[in-house]
């Protein structure tokens, strides 16, 4: 047998010895339980060796978790529209308009709750508009999405202005910041979803209609409704970032939202949930995984990475772990599925 016989036996059997390891991952059902968990670990870990400590710090560890929390929340709301099956990658967008919306509002009023209650009643409408557009005139949910993103996203430039930003009064945004506010809204915000989504029929439907539609509907399960449900409960969760977006920089500009879709995707299949829905999904994956994509975003900055690459580097690993992520119809459903 010649040298390039024996190189092309061995670089085959090793194509076969790496496929057959993602299979035994992609198989193995504990494997989406704990691979959220360390890949935030060792993230936190790298970067910590990369820097040298720096990553530690306080201050980068607090812009850290004020990334992860605007991230955190439209994942936990955006769930509930991945669990059946649809995808959207408006969010950013629609938060840009909400926020922008909510600002006008406290520009013309200097009301806070105003702004706070126009913000997510705004986001809400952005969502519902989407989901109408796919329900009533059968528009694919991601059609929908990659129109909208340009539409919203021309209308918040138009609003803002020439100046590219709408600032709000700095205290006011620091005392709703360091008072707690973001972190009890979060919290409410995510126990609300947390009991829908898997102590009621709509999670249970969603979950069901996301796994086998064709099932769902034949028991009697509304298709329709329950997609309604699932982008008015994302809406309430841009909406609720939307502002912590504005309190997070006392203001909002034409780059708000920008790049948010990808990250809440991210996020998501990092938390351990398919963006493709079925028995799998669930509405806490979106937390973990805000805040392993938080970690990375600011610790690739830290070493040195452009923003151009780090979209990239984001893209290759979300493709790869949509692979990992995707379903296992030789399995036998889980007793935990519904």
Request: aromatic share 10%; net charge positive; hydrophobic share 50%.
């Amino acid at each position: 047998m010649d040298t390039s016989t024996v190189k092309k036996s061995k670089d085959t059997e090793l194509q076969l010895g790496i496929k057959e390891w993602i299979s035994i991952l992609r198989s193995n059902r504990y494997f989406l339980l704990v691979f959220p968990f360390v890949s935030l670990a060792l993230i936190i870990l790298i970067f910590g060796i990369a820097t040298q400590g720096t990553f530690f710090k306080a201050s980068v560890l607090t812009g850290v978790l004020s990334q992860a929390i605007i991230i955190g929340t439209c994942a936990t709301g955006i769930s509930f529209v991945y669990s059946n099956g649809n995808l959207d990658i408006s969010i950013g967008a629609v938060l840009g308009l909400g926020a922008t919306i909510g600002v006008m509002s406290y520009a013309a009023t200097e009301s806070v709750v105003l702004m706070i209650v126009i913000s997510i009643i705004a986001s809400m409408l952005l969502m519902l508009f989407n989901c109408t557009m796919s329900v009533v005139c059968h528009i694919k949910t991601i059609t929908v999405a990659i129109v909208v993103t340009q539409i919203y996203g021309a209308i918040s430039t138009i609003l803002i202005g020439g100046a590219g930003k709408i600032d709000i009064d700095y205290n006011i945004a620091a005392a709703l910041e360091d008072g707690g506010f973001r972190y009890a809204a979060f919290f409410i915000y995510f126990i609300l979803c947390l009991v829908i989504y898997h102590f009621t029929k709509v999670g249970r439907t969603l979950r069901m209609l996301g796994g086998n539609e064709s099932c769902a509907k034949q028991t009697g399960m509304s298709n329709s409704k329950a997609t309604y449900i699932s982008f008015l409960m994302a809406g309430l969760g841009i909406g609720v970032a939307a502002v912590f977006s504005i309190i997070n920089v006392s203001a909002v500009s034409v780059e708000t939202g920008s790049g948010l879709g990808m990250d809440v995707m991210l996020a998501t299949v990092l938390g351990g949930m398919s963006i493709f829905g079925g028995s799998r999904s669930n509405s806490y994956a979106g937390l973990i995984g805000a805040l392993t994509v938080a970690a990375l975003n600011k610790g690739l900055l830290m070493v040195g990475v452009s923003s151009s690459l780090i979209q990239g580097i984001r893209g290759v690993i979300f493709l790869f772990l949509v692979y990992l992520n995707s379903e296992r119809h030789n399995l036998l459903p889980s007793r935990m599925q519904f």
